[in-house]
């Protein structure tokens, strides 16, 4: 059974930084692409950050520069290091592995940016 725990998220001012945290169980980890999405209230949900297993990178335009993706196969953890937060980051940050025939999705862990 695969499971995505999602953790570090919370209420931050604007400009500071928070590190989520991804740990996956149940999937050969350092095979599998993954990734983290946002969901504002309101809006669709939105990818921000992705990683393959060789370890690609890609970026919305709206966190480039602002928004670091890794991963760790050693402990099976996806990172999301965000700085320079602004309040319209405000979301729920969610991860999710690409499969194959499908993709599992973390709870979501929630960051809240204040102004």
């Known amino acids: 059974q695969v499971q995505l725990v999602e953790s570090g998220g919370g209420l931050v001012q604007a400009g500071g930084s928070l590190r989520l945290s991804c740990e996956v169980s149940?999937?050969?980890?350092?095979?599998?692409?993954m990734g983290w999405y946002r969901q504002a209230p309101g809006k669709q949900r939105e990818s921000v950050a992705t990683i393959t297993s060789g370890y690609s990178t890609n970026y919305a335009n709206s966190v480039k520069g602002r928004f670091t993706i890794s991963r760790d196969n050693a402990k099976n953890t996806v990172y999301l290091q965000i700085s320079s937060l602004k309040p319209e980051d405000t979301a729920v940050y969610y991860c999710?592995?690409?499969?194959?025939?499908?993709?599992?999705w973390g709870q979501g862990t929630q960051v809240t940016v204040s102004s």
């Open positions: 999710a592995a690409a499969l194959p025939g499908r993709t599992s």
């Open positions: 149940g999937i050969i980890f350092s095979i599998v692409n």
